[in-house]
């Protein structure tokens, strides 16, 4: 196991490589919206399409997505920020005044959001102090303009405008 300095140094390294920022949502066994904020998701395979997230397992959406047969993954815009600092609280009730629709597989949306992948749960793997949950996608809908919302080196970030060559 790393020293606790060597922790420290893993995790600006691992802050190296830019990400979107997405949320990921369910619904609980008694029906409630669960969700939390990730950079951990990308795409594992096109054929058949499936695509990825880590969880950690002391969140409290751990055991709703350990079990869930369904989830989403809303990819944010750069006018998501808020939402994705929300998502980013540990919490179990998050959805209080937070608009949403409810999408084909039975979880929470966001109409403004860049992308959707609905997602029917094909595995969940160890992933030492994570979990590991595939998905296979079986529906999707992705905005045609709009900028995603960056994460880089523990902070927010934004695509920079083109530059025009002269
Ligand atoms: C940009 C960003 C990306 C994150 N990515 C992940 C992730 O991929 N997996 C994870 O378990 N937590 C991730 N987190 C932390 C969770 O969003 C945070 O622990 C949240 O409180 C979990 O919600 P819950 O405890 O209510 O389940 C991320 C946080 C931020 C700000």
Not at 82 to 101: I, L, N, Q
Not at 124 to 139: A, C, F, L, P
């Amino acid at each position: 196991m790393a020293a606790a300095g060597k922790v420290f140094d893993y995790r600006s390294a691992l802050g190296t490589f830019a990400t979107g920022v997405t949320v990921i949502t369910t619904i609980s066994g008694s029906g409630a919206p669960v969700g939390f904020t990730a950079n951990s998701f990308c795409s594992v395979s096109l054929d058949p399409p499936l695509l990825l997230f880590c969880l950690d397992r002391g969140s409290y959406s751990f055991n709703h997505f350990e079990k869930t047969d369904h989830f989403a993954v809303n990819v944010l815009t750069e006018l998501q920020e808020d939402v994705s600092a929300h998502f980013a609280r540990p919490s179990e009730d998050k959805w209080r005044h937070v608009g949403h629709e409810i999408c084909s597989v039975g979880c929470p949306v966001f109409a403004d959001a860049l992308a959707v992948f609905e997602c029917k749960t094909h595995a969940v793997h160890d992933g030492g102090d994570h979990i590991i949950v595939v998905g296979e996608v079986v529906q999707f809908s992705h905005e045609a303009a709009g900028d995603p919302l960056l994460y880089y080196r523990g902070r927010y970030a934004r695509i920079a405008a083109e530059v025009e060559a002269c």
